[in-house]
Structure formats: C-alpha cells, structure tokens
C-alpha cells in the first residue's frame, strides 16, 4: 500500500490529488472488509457438512444436558439427570426422564451447544472492549488485531510489538507485549461458553391443560451457500486483473514523481537560472569526484589563486597532450592507418 500513496509535496501542488488519496482509503477499508468476510467464510467451511439433505436430530446440536430436580424430593444421589456427547453416541430425537411422585416439581434444565468449530466466552473487560462476547478463536484474533490497528497500538519501529493502552494494560497486565505472546494471554481470558438454563415447573394437577412447554434456542445449521464459497474462496479470475492494476498504479506514481523532480529541477533553474547553474556544477563537481575517488578542497579550488600556482601550466600541458593523443588513436581506427 504504502508504494501506491503520492507524497505530500505533490498532495500539496495539486490540492485535486486529495480524491485519489480518499479512493485509496476507501480500497484500504474495502480490503479489510473483504479479508474479514474471507475468514468468516473459512470459518464456515470448516464446520462439518452433513452428508445428504437429511434432518439433524436433536441430541446432534448438544454436547451435553444437564437435568436438575428437586434435591429434598430426590435426594443427593437421584436428582441429577446427566448425558454427554462420546465419540460412540447414537443421535436421537429427544430425552425421555421419568421419576415418581405426586407434587409439583420444579427443575433446571441446562444445555451446552456442540459449536463445530469451537466457540469461547471472552472475559467480560475484553468483551465490552472489541464488542464480542461468545466466538470462534479465530473470530477473536480478527476482532483484537482489527482493535491493535485501528487504536495504532503497534510499535512503530518494533513492528513485533504491541504498545499496550490503558484497558490492555488492565486486561494482560503488561504495558508492552509481542505479537507471539497474544495466544498464550488471550488464552486464560476464554471460557467455555455459557449453557442454556431453562426452568420449568413439572405439573401433576390431571386438570392442568399445559403439558407442553415450548422454547426457541438458535444453532448453528449447514449453510446451503457453503459450495457458493468454496468457489468464491478458490476463485482466481480477477486476481491477474487487480495485479496488473496494482503494477499500472505503481508505475504511474513512480511517473508523477519523476516528472515532479524535472518540474522542480526547471523551476529552480527558471527561477534563479545563474544560481541553479553554479549550484548544479558544483553537485556535478562532487559526483564525480564520488565516482573517481578524487579528493580535494572546494574552498581553495574555488579562488583563481588555486589557477595561479607553478604545477598549473605543466598540468594543463599534460592534459591537452592526453587529448591529443586519444584523439589521434580515434581518428588512427576511423581511417584504418598509422598516422606518424
């Protein structure tokens, strides 16, 4: 990204720029938008797909039910009704649990969801912080480091460490922390999410007419989408179209700045043209100096005395021969012969 934004200096030459800066913005919010769906789409798609159009049934959304009667009717040892998932559970449609007695009997149910993949409740200070309660780990990482960016809170020459603002230092209790030891932290903030509790009054009055007691829980179900995102996932037809883009953005903001180093090279010379030469010439003078490895002081070579001194004349003699010479040798392969 950072090759693709125009510098200040032109910015301000061109104030109409402003509207190519405000498109890169908005690209720049598009991209994070479109990473950020691509990763709820692979979270999808990792969720196992059932095979056929067949209905799940009950017990296959539930990794475990809790049943908790009366204790002083049933005793210690009897008012607890438990079932779990194992790796060799038969799904079913429903729980039958029956118990004798003769009053009314009130109990809790609690069921934990069987998320695919799993999902963890956030501790309560970095829930309220990125407005996240219960997610998948990888939703989390998204949610904190799409916080990390947006409060600027990465280091700006230590780019592996985060500079911890007040709530962070509160929740990780360290004011700075690298980037590796995010999991290992975030992991004693996640908890296993909480259990649905519903509590129901088991009626025996025979002139009681509600027998049934009906609640809505929302799970997770297969998206009839998920062949559609495989393929958004797995497409690349508009990658090569965006690359050769990027390139023809690229290159056209490497044009505009060299075109602003001629126009600034052409101001200064339109400007102050005698000035602009005697400060090119001296420029000139020190990259070939640079190139040659010549040393000298620009202080003395600057005054006509330096011009005056005796080895001048021997010098200027020696140079004019080296020209003379090298000219001869051009014109000796030109013509073909030996000039005496």
């Given at each position: 990204m950072a090759d693709k934004v125009l510098p200040q200096r032109i910015r301000d030459l061109v104030p109409e720029s402003q509207a190519y800066m405000d498109l890169l913005a908005f690209e720049r919010k598009l991209d994070q938008t479109i990473a950020r769906k691509r990763m709820e789409i692979q979270e999808a798609i990792k969720k196992p797909i059932m095979p056929g159009k067949q209905k799940k049934k009950f017990s296959s959304f539930f990794k475990s039910?809790?049943?908790?009667l009366d204790k002083e009717l049933y005793g210690p040892d009897n008012h607890l009704v438990e079932w779990h998932r194992m790796p060799t559970t038969q799904e079913t449609d429903g729980f039958q649990v029956k118990r004798p007695g003769d009053v009314n009997v009130k109990c809790t149910l609690l069921l934990m969801l069987?998320?695919?993949?799993?999902?963890?409740k956030l501790d309560p200070r970095l829930a309220r912080l990125l407005g996240v309660h219960t997610q998948t780990r990888?939703?989390?990482m998204q949610a904190l480091w799409l916080y990390i960016k947006n409060n600027k809170l990465q280091d700006s020459h230590e780019k592996e460490y985060i500079n911890c603002n007040r709530y962070f230092r509160q929740i990780f209790g360290c004011p700075r922390m690298r980037f590796s030891e995010i999991p290992m932290k975030l992991?004693?903030?996640?908890?296993?999410?909480?259990?649905?509790?519903?509590n129901h009054m088991i009626s025996v009055d025979p002139t009681d007419q509600k027998k049934t007691a009906c609640y809505d829980?929302?799970?997770e179900?297969?998206?009839?989408l998920k062949g559609q995102m495989n393929s958004f996932l797995s497409s690349t037809t508009n990658q090569q179209e965006i690359a050769a883009?990027?390139?023809k953005i690229h290159e056209t903001i490497e044009y505009i700045n060299q075109l602003k180093t001629e126009r600034d090279f052409m101001l200064s010379f339109s400007n102050n043209p005698q000035d602009f030469i005697q400060d090119w010439l001296k420029s000139q003078s020190r990259d070939l100096k640079l190139m040659t490895d010549v040393t000298g002081n620009?202080?003395?070579?600057?005054r006509t005395e330096f011009y005056q001194a005796p080895w001048v004349p021997e010098a200027v003699g020696r140079y004019v021969y080296s020209k003379v010479q090298q000219r001869r040798q051009e014109l000796e392969q030109v013509l073909g012969i030996r000039l005496t």
């Open positions: 039910l809790v049943i908790e069987d998320h695919q993949p799993p999902q963890y990888a939703s989390i992991a004693g903030l996640l908890q296993h999410p909480d259990p649905i509790i519903i829980i929302d799970v179900v297969d998206d009839p883009l990027e390139m620009p202080e003395e070579e600057r």
